[in-house]
């Protein structure tokens, strides 16, 4: 496996630090959080989280507005770094490495765990050089114009646009856009896909399309996806964690979560009692 510490080989690697934490952990998913909590500045968003993410299935994080969901996603591939005074304790692995620990870059991090956001961001440039830029900068050698079609084909674009791939990806459709940024993201070929909120600005013909492809991607991927939309984390998810102010109430495979769950807590919320 592709490790992506830079530390030098003398000192004792992250790698090793991780492991000696894997011994610990049973029923290890392909991504992990390990009692982690997540401050801005002071206050504690996310608190105490324990969550395994398993592999080649679709996870679902349910939970009122503001209970953390966004926050947690990103901490899964070291996104909450870029947006400021942000502290995170606890560790979250994927596989077993500790993406924290020192010496880990976190550009590799999130080339192997990829995100998308809620509202489609290409950039201001050709839909072939949406996709082919991560491939890019990342030095790949390969056949571009391969990758470029197989990542579209995946992102179930490639029959709507083969013929204008030079043509803005600013003009496409806001579905369009949002397949777009996922081809963009399976480009650097990634093993895990966070996704927050990616059909909420879209239309239900839209939705029902990025659904149906996260069907199909997690046949090669793992995914995990914020929704606020309860039908949506049913529909789509293998399994769900239900948030709330800041932490895990409840996490299960999606069909037990919402026909039996275990907590009242969680059948307040999916019955719409409260949030
Ligand atoms: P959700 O995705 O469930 O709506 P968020 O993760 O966006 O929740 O937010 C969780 C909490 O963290 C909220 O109280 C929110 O106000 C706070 N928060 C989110 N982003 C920031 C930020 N950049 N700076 C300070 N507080 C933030």
């Not at 995100?115 to 440039?125: D, E, G, L, R």
């Amino acid at each position: 496996m592709t490790m992506f510490t830079t530390e030098p080989k003398s000192s004792i690697s992250s790698r090793e630090k991780a492991l000696e934490k894997k011994d610990v952990a049973s029923a290890q998913g392909k991504l992990s959080a390990r009692d982690v909590s997540i401050y801005y500045g002071s206050t504690a968003a996310i608190r105490n989280v324990t969550l395994e993410i398993p592999e080649r299935k679709v996870t679902a994080i349910i939970g009122p507005s503001g209970c953390g969901k966004s926050t947690l996603l990103r901490a899964f591939n070291r996104m909450n770094e870029l947006v400021g005074d942000v502290r995170l304790t606890g560790q979250v692995l994927l596989e077993e490495t500790d993406i924290y620990a020192p010496g880990v870059d976190p550009v590799e991090v999130r080339r192997r765990i990829g995100m998308v956001f809620q509202k489609p961001n290409p950039f201001p440039k050709t839909i072939y050089k949406n996709v082919a830029w991560g491939p890019k900068i990342n030095g790949y050698r390969g056949n571009m114009d391969e990758l470029v079609e197989d990542c579209l084909r995946r992102a179930a674009l490639w029959d709507e646009v083969k013929d204008k791939l030079n043509k803005s990806g600013l003009e496409l459709s806001g579905g369009q856009q949002q397949r777009l940024c996922i081809a963009r993201a399976l480009a650097t070929r990634p093993e895990v896909l966070l996704l927050d909120e990616p059909a909420s600005a879209l239309d239900p013909i839209s939705t029902a399309c990025i659904e149906e492809l996260l069907d199909q991607l997690k046949n090669e991927l793992t995914i995990a996806i914020v929704t606020h939309n309860m039908q949506q984390a049913a529909r789509v998810s293998d399994h769900t964690a239900f948030l709330y102010v800041g932490e895990l109430v409840e996490f299960g495979a999606t069909e037990q979560l919402f026909t039996k769950p275990k907590l009242k807590r969680t059948e307040d919320y999916i019955t719409g009692r409260f949030g």
